[in-house]
């Protein structure tokens, strides 16, 4: 059987068929194999457990200890250390040492033990580590809390103070002292238990834990599917998702925005956001180059790809009516022409109908004149038209005529097609091949450049101007964005027939400028490091509105298409968070917090002294500031199990 990273490197690898029946019994069968190996780790675990490291609930028990650590060190221990520095004066004097080198310092071990002997040590290892780091941080500070040390000063100046009264005073000093401060000290014994309350924490989590996992603190859950998806989509893209946009967590997202937002942790945040942008863009840069694309202009200017479309598809359509003129010009000069054929037909359906109304007889008055014009029938005394004998040769000729007519009005159009399909079954039955190649090649002239709109828009002329119907700045616009999917496919059918590989470069260019316009339809400013910055929302709305008739794929293929739909979800990810994620965007529950941990309502709630407050800021500051730091770098590097790489 194989093993759960195995499974899950076929998840990986193949993510792309993710809702298939294959894809749902590799996970199904990924989870069984995790779920046993951590079954199996348990059992490992319970007969040799792992030696525990201080979570953050034995954190606020440690700043509990830490915190009668301090006030004990500023009541008790100063209390003792004054009454050492008594007592120790007192048999210096009476030795007749007093004043000498050797006297000042056993008068400074005597108040170092006398404060020691009345200040209370953690017993718990959190405890422990933060006080030496309060000692640590309060390195210079005038000394308030005896354990870090007062200075040489401050020994000398209570030894002074307490000069006068004898050894037995000052031992009654301390036992009032002692006496005062008792219940402050229960006070703050039992400030743990407050703080948890304070937060809503249960008040024993780690045995509660303990219970839980069997006598032993929960391991990393399994990565599911989805999260080795993200993950191996964002690999794909070039990008980097943290922890939190890797499963989706709503507590997850709310811390790693949190902080982003928090000035003093904002750094490593916003290192990664510059280097996924610029991953982001270097992937679009990455697509144009593959297109093939030569043509780049301004930002938001397609002028030059308008160019070479319109350049390339004025010369395809020059190549055809070259053929076609060939292939007349042969006709012209072949027996078949001259072939008789009746056109009776023909002038009997020209004389049926009406004659020289504005408006509504064009077509049919120019047709009679260039019947008469190409020899094809004569006007008699009352303006009928006469047919008179007339070649296959002329006939033609004469179906010529009316195609250059140039029909616009519906009854215009409806009448010409009508005329040449007399004329069609007038000669049909006695043309030969040369006649048959002729009309071929002159039918694919026609569906090919003149037929179809979004061709024949880019190279005819306005009527009566110069102008053509499509500028040029609007080519790409027209061809791409709002065309229809069968109006790309002729146009994509059009340029790759065209020869000496001038089509395939037109319409690379039209693939480059797709690109192009996603990327720049997804720009929002400019970022710090003064490059473009990719919005999420923006291309998510590009590619939806482009991919909604399946365009892309039909302009790009199915490979560049979707590794655009790739990076877009993958921005997603970074840039959307989950419902119910919640973000203290302004920073008002950190300004509070700072505030009431400086109040005296603080130490009034808890009984403790200003100055242990102002020592707890300092823990804050110390060590937790340190734990938040790890955990972010934790998140930012974090690679789901099974991916073949260690989270740090």
Not at 585 to 600: F, K, M, Q, V, W
């Amino acid at each position: 059987m194989a093993t759960a990273d195995q499974y899950a490197e076929w998840i990986v690898k193949n993510s792309a068929k993710r809702g298939t029946p294959e894809f749902d019994i590799v996970a199904q069968a990924y989870q069984e194999a995790k779920a046993e190996e951590n079954a199996l780790l348990a059992q490992q675990q319970q007969i040799q457990p792992a030696a525990e490291q201080p979570g953050v609930l034995d954190q606020i028990v440690g700043a509990g200890e830490t915190a009668l650590t301090l006030l004990t060190g500023a009541t008790g221990g100063t209390v003792g250390m004054i009454g050492g520095a008594v007592g120790g004066l007192a048999s210096q004097i009476l030795g007749g040492q007093f004043g000498t080198p050797e006297a000042n310092r056993a008068v400074s071990e005597a108040a170092q033990k006398g404060a020691q002997a009345l200040t209370r040590m953690p017993r718990g290892q959190a405890g422990q580590e933060q006080v030496q780091a309060v000692g640590r941080a309060l390195e210079g500070v005038p000394a308030f809390i005896p354990i870090v040390g007062p200075a040489a000063a401050t020994i000398g100046q209570a030894t002074r103070q307490a000069a006068l009264p004898a050894a037995a005073t000052g031992a009654a000093i301390m036992q009032r002292g002692t006496q005062a401060i008792a219940p402050a000290m229960q006070r703050i014994a039992q400030a743990p238990a407050a703080i948890r309350e304070s937060i809503g924490m249960p008040p024993a989590p780690q045995a509660a834990q303990a219970a839980a996992t069997g006598g032993r603190a929960a391991g990393g859950a399994a990565a599911t599917p989805l999260e080795l998806q993200r993950f191996a989509e964002a690999e794909q893209a070039g990008l980097r998702l943290s922890e939190g946009e890797i499963k989706r967590s709503p507590e997850l997202l709310a811390f790693e925005k949190e902080k982003a937002k928090t000035p003093e942790y904002q750094a490593p945040f916003l290192e990664r956001q510059q280097e996924n942008n610029r991953a982001a863009l270097a992937k679009f840069e990455e697509l144009i180059d593959s297109t093939g694309a030569e043509s780049v202009g301004a930002p938001n200017d397609f002028s030059n790809t308008g160019i070479k479309v319109v350049d390339t598809l004025m010369k395809g359509w020059n190549a055809e009516k070259a053929k076609t003129r060939a292939l007349y010009q042969a006709f012209e000069d072949s027996p078949e022409a001259l072939e008789l054929v009746d056109a009776a037909p023909l002038v009997d359906f020209l004389n049926a109908q009406n004659k020289n109304i504005p408006g509504i007889t064009g077509v049919s008055d120019s047709a009679a004149q260039n019947a008469v014009r190409l020899g094809i029938a004569t006007i008699d005394p009352d303006g009928n038209l006469q047919a008179i004998p007339t070649s296959l040769g002329q006939l033609e000729r004469f179906r010529e005529s009316i195609s250059a007519i140039g029909a616009t009005t519906p009854n215009d159009k409806r009448l010409s097609s009508l005329l040449k399909r007399n004329i069609d079954a007038i000669g049909e039955p006695i043309a030969g091949p040369m006649l048959g190649a002729m009309r071929a090649q002159r039918r694919r002239q026609a569906q090919k450049y003149e037929n179809r709109a979004i061709v024949s828009q880019l190279l005819l002329e306005k009527k009566g101007m110069s102008d053509r119907q499509t500028p040029i700045e609007d080519v790409f616009r027209k061809t791409i964005l709002t065309a229809r999917p069968s109006e790309i496919t002729h146009m994509k059918r059009v340029l790759n027939t065209i020869g000496g590989g001038e089509g395939k470069q037109a319409w690379q260019e039209l693939q480059g400028a797709t690109v192009r316009h996603l990327l720049e339809s997804a720009e929002s400013g400019i970022g710090a490091d003064n490059l473009p910055v990719i919005s999420a929302a923006k291309l998510n709305k590009a590619v939806k509105s482009l991919d909604a008739s399946n365009k892309m794929e039909l302009v790009l293929g199915k490979e560049t298409a979707e590794q655009i739909r790739n990076l877009n979800q993958v921005l997603q990810y970074i840039q959307s968070t989950p419902p119910l994620t919640s973000i203290n965007n302004s920073g008002t529950a950190r300004t509070i917090a700072a505030l009431i941990a400086e109040s005296a309502v603080q130490g009034a709630a808890f009984g403790i002294p200003l100055p242990v407050i102002q020592g707890m800021r300092m823990l804050k500051d110390n060590i937790k500031d340190k734990k938040i730091k790890a955990r972010i770098e934790k998140a930012l590097n974090y690679r789901p199990t099974g991916t073949g790489a260690p989270n740090p």
